[in-house]
């Protein structure tokens, strides 16, 4: 995953609260491979009515440029699946901004280089105000942790464990891995001291191999 | 004197590896479950041409797409294609499955416990966000993405930001016909849907005490419905008991050095937690939600609230909730017609949830068509056992096999568009069910009701004269 610092792009709202991971990608699309790119999933139900057609005055089919979303509180709540993710970057969306987020949708959003940037309600309802229903020019600057569309300029909450690597765009396991000797030694202290915290064995068939 | 410690710090502690500058700890993860939505995870191990690093630590379920009938030939492909995925990963990873036709299979937050994988003190992470389901016997459980389930894949650790502590005490004791699952669309209607944001739940309280292992299980289960992280329970006695003699469980000298190590886990006296909610039990009816959010919940006996008069920020989410699920605000909750029934879920699949619904429906029959899916297969075959099976068709409900099912509805067992299904399970999103489904959240026994009536009940006037 590439890292970014700033990103200037067009903002829209959704004015909704809750939306959720079901509605973000509907669990029927997720057992295509990420190859086949999940942004034509992005909240599947929500822009097509019950025939599959479009639906015309829904937000992302107005503006099919919009690559920062403004929502309400606790977007992404519900499930852990990352696909929800996928479907917002592969849609072109490189930044949420909305008053809280589902805490494993943040971690999965900063995971995938995707800004979960929190602002306050009263900032977010200002923000939807500005915007109405038309896409407004945005500029992200994550190192400044700051927001510019039009004249107005936000101050946006991002945690800086999450603002370092979005901008460095690490890959976890190379990080964790600088780490080898730390883990091997807790792991044979831990099997030392807690022997019950491994699974007793169960057979002597190789794992696996269990009724299959 | 050292500083009184809650349960969250012990286990914290004692899987903390290392802790950056920014606060965040790599964390000892003691077990690790993958199913068949993991595909994602092991896509990028293989990207790195990784390994699993501990295949001892990690096990395999088929549950989100197991087909409920005719298991030995699937016939739609993408579901078979989907568990086939999972099987050659095992494989090849040299992980144990528990497969389709394995006596051990089912969803896996029930076949954790059920196999002894979960214990106190331990630290669990799943791709699916219900893995706070585990916190019930004191561990640490928590949900996690494709890009994490790879890093523990990888590494058997994951880096994660230490969660404020929240208390909810619930005192008291619960009246008949109520269960876990009304105490905690209670708290989550009381709390929101965000209320518990950011949060590890320790549940307390002689309510909760009082709850067998099913019950803490459903409880927290649902934690994440309220925007916790995960949710927990001290271990005690009905911990150790349910434990005892599970396969994986530790036995002779391993057993008795855990049992004294999982008795250290409580919270200290005077621990303080960040936050702190107190319930009275006595005063909790069964719950049932109304709308597209598991905060949009309220006891059975009452009305559907007007939007207008609900707090600003909710009004408009009243408002959308209600036009998709074609109810009027005023209306009473009960006598709502539903078109069918679902039991089961990792909420509410087990033993104890499946006899609390045979007994409203022992020698009635259903109006309404109905599904009953155990949670694992080790639960059908006790039910079986129980003669539970034979009420369930006798009452007109389809007895089928143990998977998620109509909880999420990716093996094809859907609720259709527009159709309204009463749901021991824990999520009423839109579509959750299916496109279009509209889905009333409540207990198995509030469901067991609306089968017997065709409409939302009050279970407790059908438990007059019944042992509940
Ligand atoms: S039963 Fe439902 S909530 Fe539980 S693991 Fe399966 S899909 Fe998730």
């Known amino acids: 995953m590439a890292g970014w610092r700033t990103h200037a792009g067009r903002a829209i709202t959704l004015p909704h609260d809750n939306i959720d991971t079901d509605q973000l990608i509907p669990a029927r699309f997720m057992s295509a491979p990420r190859s086949e790119g999940y942004g034509k999933f992005l909240l599947h139900d929500l822009r097509h009515d019950a025939d599959g057609a479009e639906v015309p005055d829904f937000p992302l089919n107005r503006h099919d440029d919009a690559t920062i979303l403004v929502a309400g509180r606790n977007f992404g709540s519900g499930s852990s699946r990352e696909a929800a993710v996928y479907a917002l970057v592969d849609a072109g969306i490189t930044t949420v901004i909305a008053p809280s987020f589902g805490d494993i949708f943040a971690s999965n959003a900063v995971n995938n280089g995707l800004l979960p940037a929190r602002l306050s309600e009263r900032q977010v309802k200002q923000l939807m105000m500005h915007l109405g229903d038309q896409s407004g020019a945005a500029r992200i600057d994550i190192d400044a942790k700051e927001l510019r569309i039009g004249d107005h300029s936000f101050a946006f909450e991002l945690d800086d464990g999450w603002q370092t690597k979005l901008i460095n765009g690490w890959d976890d396991i190379d990080l964790t891995l600088a780490h080898r000797d730390q883990i091997h030694s807790f792991r044979d202290q831990r099997l030392k001291t807690s022997r019950w915290a491994w699974p007793t064995a169960q057979d002597q068939e190789p794992p696996g191999t269990r009724a299959q | 004197m050292t500083q009184p410690r809650t349960l969250l710090d012990k286990l914290w502690s004692a899987h903390e590896i290392l802790k950056r500058e920014d606060g965040t700890s790599l964390l000892w993860v003691d077990r690790h479950l993958v199913h068949e939505g993991s595909h994602h995870a092991f896509g990028k191990l293989a990207a790195r041409g990784a390994d ?127 269960s876990a699952k009304d105490i905690a669309l209670n708290w989550i209607a009381r709390l929101g ?107 059975v006996t009452e009305t559907i609230p007007d939007p207008a008069t609900l707090d600003p920020g909710k009004a408009d989410a009243a408002r959308a909730a209600l036009d998709y699920m074609d109810l009027p605000s005023g209306r009473a909750l009960e006598g709502i017609a539903v078109d069918q029934v679902f039991l089961g879920s990792c909420t509410n699949g087990r033993i104890e949830d499946l006899r609390a619904a045979a007994a409203v429906l022992a020698g009635r029959r259903a109006k309404v ?79 067991a009701a609306a089968a017997v009536t065709g409409t939302i009940t009050d279970v407790r006037p059908l438990l007059h004269g019944r042992a509940a």
């Not at chain 2, 331990?122 to 706070?132: E, F, V």
């Not at chain 2, 003699?245 to 999982?262: I, S, V």
């Not at chain 2, 009463?422 to 999103?429: E, L, P, Q, V």
């Open chain 2, 52 to 178: 699993v690093a501990a295949p001892d630590l990690t096990f395999a379920v088929v549950d989100h797409y197991a087909p409920t009938r005719q298991r030995e030939r699937i016939a739609d492909p993408q579901v078979s294609r989907m568990i086939d995925t999972l099987r050659n990963n095992a494989k090849q990873h040299r992980l144990q499955l528990f497969d389709l036709m394995d006596p051990g299979q089912g969803i896996v937050h029930v076949v954790g416990p059920e196999q002894g994988l979960t214990l106190p003190g331990l630290l669990i992470n799943c791709g699916d966000s219900h893995t706070s389901t585990h916190g019930a016997f004191g561990a640490l459980a928590f949900g996690i993405g494709a890009t994490e389930v790879a890093h523990v894949l990888a590494t058997q650790t994951i880096w994660q930001k230490k969660p404020k502590s929240m208390r909810i005490t619930v005192d008291g004791s619960l009246g008949p016909g109520v």
């Open chain 2, 369 to 447: 068509p109905g599904m009953v899916s155990p949670g694992s297969a080790q639960v059908k075959a006790q039910a079986e056992q129980e003669g539970l099976d034979r009420i369930f068709t006798e009452a007109g409900l389809d007895w089928v096999a143990s998977g998620c099912s109509m909880c999420v509805g990716m093996n094809g067992d859907l609720v259709a568009p527009g159709k309204r299904c009463a749901s021991s399970t824990n999520r009423n999103f839109r579509g959750r069910q299916g496109p279009g489904a509209r889905t009333h959240l409540m207990s198995p026994a509030m469901v």
């Open chain 2, 193 to 299: 849907t965000g209320g518990a944001q950011g949060c590890a739940i320790e549940y307390a309280g002689s309510a909760v005490r009082d709850l067998s292992m099913e019950g803490r299980m459903t409880l927290c289960n649902l934690s994440i419905e309220g925007g916790a992280r995960l949710g927990m329970v001290a271990p005690d006695e009905v911990t150790f008991a349910y434990l005892k003699d599970r396969p994986y469980a530790p036995k002779g000298a391993d057993w008795d050095a855990g049992l004294e190590d999982w008795a250290n886990l409580p919270s200290d006296d005077g621990a303080e937690f960040d936050l702190e909610v107190t319930l009275h039990g006595d005063d909790i009816a069964p719950t049932v939600t109304w709308g597209t959010s598991p905060e949009q919940a309220l006891p």
